[in-house]
T-cell receptor
Framework: EAGVAQSPRYKIIEKRQSVAFWCNPI?????LYWYQQILGQGPKLLIQ????????DSQLPKDRFSAERLKGVDSTLKIQPAKLEDSAVYLC???????????FGPGTRLTVL | AQSVTQLGSHVSVSEGALVLLRCNYS??????LFWYVQYPNQGLQLLLK??????LVKGINGFEAEFKKSETSFHLTKPSAHMSDAAEYFC????????????FGTGTQLKVEL
């Protein structure tokens, strides 16, 4: 069974630029999560989708971050414009249901200069 | 609201020694608790979880954890450390029925020395 795929694995941009990350969850997983993991901290949930609907985006900085899951499968997370403090690893996870184990992708490491 | 505190951001043990990683939780309702492991440049992998069944939970790679309500703790242990256990470990909590929204601790980096 293929795991959660993410791309790119690494991205370096300058502040005020925009960036997008892509996630392809495990086939058949209805629930998809985006986490932000700043160096030295645990992952923090940014947004949670159930199929193509948002379940929780209470910690998503909506002035600059956006996410979509148009067909209920893969998802993109965008930052526009990026700030220095957005430097982090962005993890995508998926689960077969709202109460089931989350499987994590390898993450995208973003560096904002 | 739920939170977890992991005591010790870095733990070092000798190969073959006991591993003990500490996690204390705060929750207004009986929690579900998890331990995840993260190897360099990889995503998180679930080691074990407590979901209100047996208080002693056994996970993968010889790890286990015990839920102690009186101490609000969920410490992770392994009797004998192996070099391959070197990684970062995260404790996480969620509320049953909370939509699987995990709140993570700040992590403990485990170093295993010869």
């Amino acid at each position: 069974e293929a795991g959660v795929a993410q791309s790119p694995r690494y991205k370096i941009i300058e502040k005020r630029q925009s960036v997008a990350f892509w996630c392809n969850p495990i086939s058949g997983h209805a629930t998809l999560y985006w986490y932000q993991q700043i160096l030295g901290q645990g992952p923090k949930l940014l947004i949670q989708f159930q199929n193509n609907g948002v379940v929780d985006d209470s910690q998503l900085p909506k002035d600059r971050f956006s996410a979509e899951r148009l067909k209920g499968v893969d998802s993109t997370l965008k930052i526009q414009p990026a700030k220095l403090e957005d430097s982090a690893v962005y993890l995508c996870a998926s689960s077969s249901g709202l109460f089931n184990e989350q499987f994590f992708g390898p993450g995208t490491r973003l560096t904002v200069l | 609201a739920q939170s977890v505190t992991q005591l010790g951001s870095h733990v070092s043990v000798s190969e073959g020694a006991l591993v003990l990683l500490r996690c204390n939780y705060s929750s207004s309702v009986p929690p579900y608790l998890f331990w995840y492991v993260q190897y360099p440049n990889q995503g998180l992998q679930l080691l074990l979880k407590y979901t209100s069944a047996a208080t002693l939970v056994k996970g993968i790679n010889g790890f286990e954890a015990e839920f102690k309500k009186s101490e609000t703790s969920f410490h992770l242990t392994k009797p004998s450390a192996h070099m391959s256990d070197a990684a970062e470990y995260f404790c996480a909590v969620t509320a049953p029925g909370g939509g699987n929204k995990l709140t993570f601790g700040t992590g403990t980096q485990l170093k295993v020395e010869l």
